[in-house]
């Protein structure tokens, strides 16, 4: 049975350690959730955290893909910025073990990422 979960509602943005979030805003001209800068001061990288319907068991999740956009704005006279490094994903067990994806940073400012849900690619 094929399920697809797809909504903007109820997402929150983080740094790694979850220490503070912020609602994001939706752009008006693109519809898509986006945060400023100013709205998470000295955090380096964010994180999204999924809404309900993304947690819990997944188990028939395996072997299903998870797609997102990355994209960003630089701002005019902004010479300071720098990518972000990390995990792409990182997946938090209940049990409170921490799984990341990807050491990626991006040179384009708008780009699609696939990952397919499988045991591959991940690390502790």
């Known amino acids: 049975r094929l399920y697809e979960v797809n909504t903007l509602a109820n997402w929150l943005i983080s740094d790694a350690n979850v220490s503070r979030t912020v609602l994001p805003s939706v752009d008006p001209d693109t519809g898509l959730l986006s945060v400023g800068n100013y709205e998470l001061p ?13 947690l819990g068991n997944k188990l028939t999740s395996y072997g299903a893909t998870l797609t997102f956009r990355v994209s960003w704005v630089v701002m005019r006279g902004d010479t ?45």
């Open 42 to 54: 000295g955090v380096d990288s964010y994180y999204w955290l999924a809404p309900a319907e993304y």
């Open 80 to 124: 300071s910025g720098k990518p972000t490094m990390g995990p792409d994903i990182i997946l938090v067990g209940e049990n409170g073990v921490q799984l990341g994806y990807g050491e990626s940073w991006y040179h384009q400012n708008n780009m699609s990422v696939t990952v397919q849900l499988v045991e591959t690619g991940w690390y502790e």
